[in-house]
Each structure stands twice: as C-alpha cells, then as structure tokens.
C-alpha cells in the first residue's frame, strides 16, 4: 500500500515546496469559491446564460495573451520575485472583487474587467510557481511532486464549487469573495518564504544551441519568439504539447454534460453535478494512488497509453449516451448513469496521469533558462486547448447529437495521438533518466 499511495517525499525533503504545496492548496480552495459566487452573481445581475458564459471569454483572452510574456518575465527576472509581485497583484484584485460585492455595485461590466485583470496576473503568476518547482526539488521527485499538486487542485475543484454555493445562499457574493481573499494569504506567506531564485544563465555554446539569449538580454516579443523558435526545435517537449492537444481539442466532453442531465440521463442540473464530480473523482483516486508512478522511466509511452485510454472512455461516455437516446426522461436512469459516471471517471483519472508526466518532461528536459516561457506555452495550451475542444464537440453535437458527438471525438482523438506518436518516434523512446527535449 505505501507504494500505491501518493508519495509524500517532495513535501518530507524540501520545507519550500511543503509550505508552497500548502499555501496553493488552500488558495487555490479560496479561488474556487469566487469562480463559482462570480458566475452566480452575472447570472442574478443580468438573467443571461450568455452573460455568464461571456466570464469566459474575458478570462480566456488575457490568459493566452500574457501567458506567453509572463513566461518571458519568469525567465529574465527572479522567479521569486515575479511570483510574488503577480500574486500580490491576485490578491489585491480579489480584494476588489469583494469591496463591489459588499457596497453592491450591481456592475456586470466591473465584473467582466476584474475578471479579465485576475486572468492576467494569473497568466504571469503560474509560469512562475512552475518553473521554482525544479529548483525546489530535484529532478526525480518531479513526478511525485506534479502528482501532489494534481492532488491539490482536483480536491479544490471539487470541494470549492459546493463550499462557493453554499456560502452565497448562507451569506451571499461577499462572504465567499472575503473568504477567498483571506485565503489567498496562504500562497503569499509561502511565496515570500522562498529564498531568491534568479533564472540560470546557459552561457556559451549552449545558448546558441538552444537558439535563446541568456536571461539577462531577453525581453519583449524578442524573448517570447525565441521560446517558440525554441520548442519548435525540440521535438519531445513539442510532442507533450501536441498530443494534449489532441485530447482536449478532439475530446473533451464538459459542454455536453448539460444535455446529458437535461435529455439522456435524466435529473437535470443535479446529474450534470454528478457527471462533473465523477470527473473530479477520477483525478483525486489516481493522484491518490499515485505512488508508483515515480519509478515510471518511460513517461512519453505513459502519456501516451493515459490519452489513449482518455479517447475511449470519452467515446464509452458517449455510447452511454447513444443507446439512452434523446428520450427526456421523467426520471434518472441510474444504471446508465453509473456507467456513464465511470466512463468519466477513468477520463478524470488518466487526464491527471498524462499531466503528471507532461509536467515532469517540461520541469526536466527544459533548461533552466527557458522553462518560464515554456511553462507559459503550457498555460495556454492547458486553457486554450479544453476551450476549444468545447466549441468543436458543441458544433458536432448541433450536427449529430451530443452522443456521437462524444463517440466521433473519442475516436479521432484516438487516431491523431497515434499519428503523432508515429511521426515522433523520439517522444516514444523518452527516457526520464536522460531526458533530452
């Protein structure tokens, strides 16, 4: 059993990273709470879904924007600092969110732009707390440590959004938004706590060969460019990006689990919180019994088995939905819904998996000099990619229903990673104890 269970090395051996596991964790249970009271609160300002969908899009766009740039910042400047200053200016933000809940300003649009202002130092912010974790820890408890925050932010996913619910019937938006601003003192403590960690210079050859400026002349677009040049030529850190790519464009199956409480399943709302909980569920059990995967050597041949299984329990969930048919039942159809809970589960489980070790190939093949621009590649990717996977299987399901919809993206998302897979040999054969990127 104690090999099974998550390995609790990262947090024995390195004091830094205990107390910033710690710190993120409770903020990131703080944050949770002001996701859901946001959406709550523009949907009681405005009686729109759109509205609150909109929330989205101004989160989305800086997010992608300035996750490249934060990058370039994390690796020119002291990451500490960085993190710090981009936290501070997290904080401050949500302090505002909950001054216009508690004078009722009754603003969708101060909503939207604070949003959008989270989103951005949000963007500069995780690059940052990224690319400390290598220097924290070294390189072989990166898949531990990766498994430890997965841990975290599922269990934050989880609890947060019923904790959020329940403190805006009980008290209203303010109290959840103070609360999650009180919280979020933890992650500042942890952050203030670490010593200074300055960028490592690659001087000589290997910064030509890497095809970057050392940390201290990058800057500007000059920086975020040479990031990209950098990973365009790297084709094992390229590859982890790409077959993510391939799961979350092709497969992913969060917009349509509205219809399949609504018209497959039956129960409404209450089966979409049951279908998003399963989901959740699968994260935490494999993050929880995680203990083995620190021995995993081979990891591009891990995430790539954990997509495969990703793409057939999508299409599982989607045949779930299949057979049902369209049918609006009067009432749950609880043994579908177990399968269908158990599809997604496995989906919620091998995600954590294939992020796990897609982190741990970017922390350890990536030099140091380039790890916060490519932490910034991984934010957008990580934020970009389910967004439009939401838009391709919400279109696909306008064309053939929501069930095929599930079953066609689980299929082609099944052929794509294998396509890649086969033009990428290299990704194949990666070894985690001479990782090259």
């Known amino acids: 059993m104690p090999r099974l269970l998550a390995d609790l090395t990262p947090l024995r051996v390195s004091p830094d990273f205990r107390r910033l596991w710690w710190g993120l964790g409770v903020s990131n249970l703080g944050a949770q709470l002001t996701v859901v009271?946001?959406?709550?609160?523009?949907?009681?300002?405005?009686?729109?879904?759109?509205?609150?969908g909109t929330l989205g899009v101004f989160a989305l766009v800086p997010l992608m924007v300035l996750g490249l740039y934060g990058g370039a910042l994390v690796d020119r400047?002291?990451?500490?600092?960085?993190?710090?200053?981009?936290?501070?200016?997290?904080?401050?933000?949500?302090?505002?969110?909950?001054?216009q809940a508690w004078f009722d300003v009754r603003s969708v649009h101060l909503l939207y732009g604070l949003v959008a202002l989270q989103s951005a130092a949000f963007a500069i912010n995780n690059p940052a707390r990224s690319a400390i974790i290598p220097r924290l820890l070294p390189a072989h408890l990166m898949p531990?440590?990766?498994?430890?925050?997965?841990?975290?932010?599922?269990?934050a996913?989880?609890?947060?959004?019923?904790v959020g619910s329940a403190l805006v019937l009980a008290g209203g938006y303010a109290w959840a938004y103070t609360i999650d601003a009180v919280a979020f003192t933890a992650a500042l403590w942890a952050t203030w706590r670490l010593p200074k960690l300055p960028p490592q210079a690659?001087?000589?050859?290997?910064?030509?060969?890497?095809?970057?400026?050392?940390?201290?002349?990058a800057g500007g677009l000059r920086s975020v460019l040479d990031g990209l040049r950098y990973l365009a030529t790297r084709p094992n850190l390229r590859t982890s990006f790409v077959v993510d790519l391939c799961a979350m464009v092709l497969a992913f199956p969060r917009v349509l689990w509205p219809a399949a409480g609504l018209v497959y399943l039956g129960g409404g709302a209450g089966t979409t919180g049951v279908l998003a909980a399963a989901f959740a569920a699968g994260g935490i059990l494999a993050t929880l019994f995680s203990g083995s995967l620190g021995?995993?050597?081979?990891?591009?041949?891990?995430?790539?088995?954990?997509i495969s299984a990703w793409a057939v329990s999508i299409a599982l969930f989607g045949v779930v939905l299949v057979l049902v048919g369209r049918g609006r039942p009067s009432g749950v159809l609880l043994g579908a819904l177990v399968v269908a809970c158990l599809a997604l589960a496995l989906a919620g489980g091998t995600d954590a998996v294939s992020a796990i070790f897609r982190q741990s190939i970017l922390q350890t093949a990536a030099p140091d000099h380039m790890r916060g621009r490519l932490q910034g590649v991984f934010i957008v990717v990580v934020a970009g990619g389910p967004r439009l996977g939401e838009l391709w299987l919400g279109a696909q399901a306008s064309w053939f229903t929501e069930g095929w919809a599930a079953v066609a993206g689980g299929l082609l998302c099944l052929a794509a990673l294998w396509?890649?897979?086969?033009?990428?040999?290299?990704?194949?054969?990666?070894?985690?104890?001479t990782p090259e990127p």
Do not use: C, E, K
């Open 157 to 162: 996913l989880t609890g947060g959004p019923v």
């Open 77 to 99: 400047y002291d990451r500490r600092t960085v993190s710090l200053l981009a936290s501070i200016a997290l904080w401050l933000v949500t302090i505002a969110i909950a001054l």
């Open 37 to 52: 009271a946001v959406g709550l609160q523009v949907y009681s300002l405005t009686r729109s879904t759109l509205a609150v």
């Open 144 to 155: 531990a440590a990766n498994a430890l925050q997965t841990l975290a932010l599922n269990v």
């Open 295 to 306: 021995h995993v050597r081979r990891q591009g041949r891990a995430i790539v088995w954990a």
């Open 419 to 433: 396509l890649v897979v086969w033009r990428t040999p290299r990704f194949w054969r990666y070894d985690a104890r």
């Open 202 to 217: 690659q001087p000589g050859a290997g910064d030509a060969d890497d095809g970057a400026a050392p940390p201290q002349r």
